[in-house]
């Protein structure tokens, strides 16, 4: 069935039926309660309260006190009116220590999340591991050590046993890209490190811990649904000159983590700075890291154009590709990006989940994450009119409809986020979500995205533009809760 057809009004375009609506969040960016009922401490607990590692010194110690108002976000996605909610396991909330002895309290934290989800008929989509490795663990080497792998698999077999009578959908890892990249080469993420050795080792490693995630996950709940989450970065050039630098950035941030999955190999033309030393992968790895998975969930933000450019005279719009003189990221003035920088081009969606379902061979893909950021405000009325935001939704969507007349499996969407949250380094200034949060009292506030997502989740119809809904009201705000921030 083509998935253009027209609907109930001129223009108006229907996803198929059954295509999954949701939205996501993680763990350590909503929770807070980062001392209360026996959780330990993660990665990113120290690396927030390292002076200078986040903007104005933010933490998640509150976030958005989510852990505090289980029902009250559970109502969130209520009144949103979507199909499935994307959430992470705390691990050290669940195993203090990233093993041994399971923190009970912790663990019925999720098993009362799961149920409230299913009681409003929202499904579970558990992500297993989205960065917040406890602190114990990064202590005795982090993913540089294999021993953090099976401890991942060990967390999934926990889960598994607790609420896989209630959660069919799982995925394994979130952005292993973002792990290494920001953790390990860069030092911008926890753990907060900057050396390739440890890098090349925690690429193995982390998709290792997928494999034995996906290994236990399957052995304990044979009917579920488990695939991982990463986030390809489109390289496309702009001229012939920088056509193998484009080649070599795809081999060092995308296939070193899809090949493994896909093909069962490292890319062979990866750098070897970047590769996974030899010595480190044992008999039987590659086939643990490549068993087959049931989908792909794919996070898109943004895409990277390169063109040559002189690194001494950089124009508007350019930045060095490190590592490759001559080449330089562009972005086109005609180019609109979000408050982070990044620039908006749907159609690199379209793209790449055109180029997966063929890497694939045809395997499902959820969007598990897509969103922007933008500078919200609450009016004096009471409202957030981000029109932005509904454009950006409006327009990726259509990309997503192109994928699907393309033959692609798309089978979801999950909007990045549910609510604004603690943005990793750039701490409480970036607001991604569909819902506004007054960080001073944790009080929810839906905006004209909310309205806008919602709508398209409830009838399944994309208008043909993204206008503004003229007359639709403001729900109303979720109140103080007791516990305020």
């Known amino acids: 069935m083509n998935s253009l057809m027209q609907g109930g009004s001129e223009g108006v375009r229907r996803f198929p039926d059954g295509f999954i609506w949701g939205v996501g969040t993680s763990s350590y960016q909503i929770e807070g309660a980062v001392s209360a009922e026996g959780r330990g401490p993660s990665i990113w607990d120290t690396f927030t309260h390292t002076p200078g590692r986040i903007n104005r010194g933010d933490t998640g110690d509150i976030a958005c006190d989510s852990y505090n108002r289980l029902e009250d976000d559970v109502r969130l ?6 199909d499935a909610y994307r959430f992470s396991v705390s691990w050290p909330r669940v195993l203090p220590t990233g093993s041994g002895a399971i923190n009970q309290p912790g663990l019925d934290y999720y098993r009362r999340l799961v149920e409230a989800l299913n009681e409003s008929g929202i499904r579970p989509v558990l992500t297993v591991y989205h960065w917040d490795l406890p602190q114990a663990l990064e202590d005795r080497g982090g993913w540089a050590n294999r021993d953090t792998a099976k401890r991942l698999g060990e967390l999934a077999a926990v889960l598994a046993d607790a609420l896989g009578d209630q959660v069919s959908t799982w995925v394994t890892i979130n952005e292993p890209l973002q792990t290494v990249q920001q953790g390990y080469r860069t030092g911008t993420h926890a753990p907060g490190l900057a050396d390739l050795e440890l890098a090349a080792a925690a690429t193995h490693h982390i998709l290792l811990g997928h494999g034995y995630a996906l290994q236990a996950l399957r052995a304990a709940l044979p009917s579920a649904a488990i695939g991982p989450a990463m986030d390809p970065q489109p390289f496309v050039a702009l001229d012939a000159a920088v056509e193998h630098v484009a080649l070599a950035l795809d081999a060092e941030y995308n296939r070193v983590y899809m090949d493994p999955v896909f093909r069962g190999s490292y890319p062979a033309d990866l750098d070897g700075d970047l590769r996974p030393p030899e010595a480190l992968i044992l008999d039987g790895d590659m086939e643990l890291i490549s068993a087959p998975i049931d989908f792909f969930g794919l996070n898109y933000y943004r895409p990277h154009h390169l063109r040559s450019g002189d690194w001494d005279d950089l124009r508007d719009g350019e930045r060095p590709v490190a590592g490759h003189p001559g080449a ?65 939704i409006h327009g990726h969507l259509l990309a997503v409809l192109q994928a699907l007349d393309a033959g692609v499996q798309v089978a979801g969407y999950f909007h990045w986020s549910l609510m604004d949250n603690f943005e990793w380094a750039e701490g409480y200034r970036r ?54 921030v």
Not at 77 to 82: E, H, I, N, P, T
Not at 360 to 383: F, H, K, M
Not at 438 to 460: E, L, M, W
Request: proline share 8%; hydrophobic share 35%; with cysteine.
């Open 77 to 82: 996605l209520s009144d949103l009116g979507v």
């Open 328 to 392: 330089v990221y562009y972005v086109a003035p005609e180019i609109q990006c979000t408050v982070m920088g990044w620039p908006i081009v749907p159609n690199g969606l379209r793209d790449l989940l055109i180029r997966l379902h063929e890497e694939s061979r045809g395997l499902p893909v959820y969007i598990t994450e897509n969103g922007c950021a933008a500078d919200d405000y609450l009016t004096p009325e009471g409202t957030i009119d981000d029109q932005e935001r509904v454009d950006y």
């Open 431 to 484: 607001r991604f979500g569909l819902h506004y949060v007054d960080f001073g009292t944790g009080r929810r506030i839906p905006k004209r995205s909310a309205h806008f997502y919602g709508r398209v989740a409830r009838t399944g119809e994309l208008p043909s533009s993204p206008a503004a809904l003229d007359g639709e009201p403001q729900a109303e705000a979720l109140p103080e809760a007791s516990a305020a």
